[in-house]
């Protein structure tokens, strides 16, 4: 059984830049969520994704988009890029709605 | 909306010593109850949840928490830790079911 797997693990852009993160579930997992966890805080709800639609939203703003592919896999995009943006993102799987396995995060930063 | 508050920033103990992570949570209805761990530089591993029944929950790695209703609380222990145990430890909410709502964490440090 693969867990979760993010890539790429590290990446540097520029403010005003755009980005993408991507996620594949774990196996026989068809629900994932995104969340973003600045430093020394705990992880922020982004998004959720069910069956390749968006089924729940947290407090971010839309050029926070996402994508979920008929395999499950999954894509983070942000689009103009914010200092405030440097962070790590954390995708999980699931096959219910709760979040029960993390992959290890990309780490995000803004320049 | 739902909220937690995870009381201590650092827990610094012995290791074979017990240890007890605080975490209090705020709604009006009925919620699910998390708790996660992460190691440096990885992501979050689930160590146990409440989602109804018994209010003593056993999770993984020896761990376990109390669900109290009455004082909002979940707090999480651990009887013996061990060097292998110093990580950052999450308490999360949820009252949708899938959108969690984390503590900002508790730094578990254990030395000999």
Known sequence: ?111 | AQSVTQLDSQVPVFEEAPVELRCNYSSSVSVYLFWYVQYPNQGLQLLLKYLSGSTLVKGINGFEAEFNKSQTSFHLRKPSVHISDTAEYFCAVTLSGYALNFGKGTSLLVTP
Do not use: M
Request: proline share 5%; charged share 15%; hydrophobic share 30%.
């Open chain 1, 1 to 111: 059984e693969t867990g979760v797997t993010q890539s790429p693990t590290h990446l540097i852009k520029t403010r005003g830049q755009q980005v993408t993160l991507r996620c594949s579930s774990q196996s026989g997992h068809n629900t994932v969520s995104w969340y973003q966890q600045a430093l020394g805080q705990g992880p922020q709800f982004i998004f959720q994704y069910y069956r390749e639609e968006e089924n729940g939203r947290g407090n971010f703003p839309p050029r926070f988009s996402g994508l979920q592919f008929p395999n499950y896999s999954s894509e983070l995009n942000v689009n103009a890029l914010e200092l405030d943006d440097s962070a790590l993102y954390l995708c999980a799987s699931s096959l219910t709605g709760t979040a029960s396995a993390f992959g290890s995060g990309t780490r995000l930063t803004v320049v």
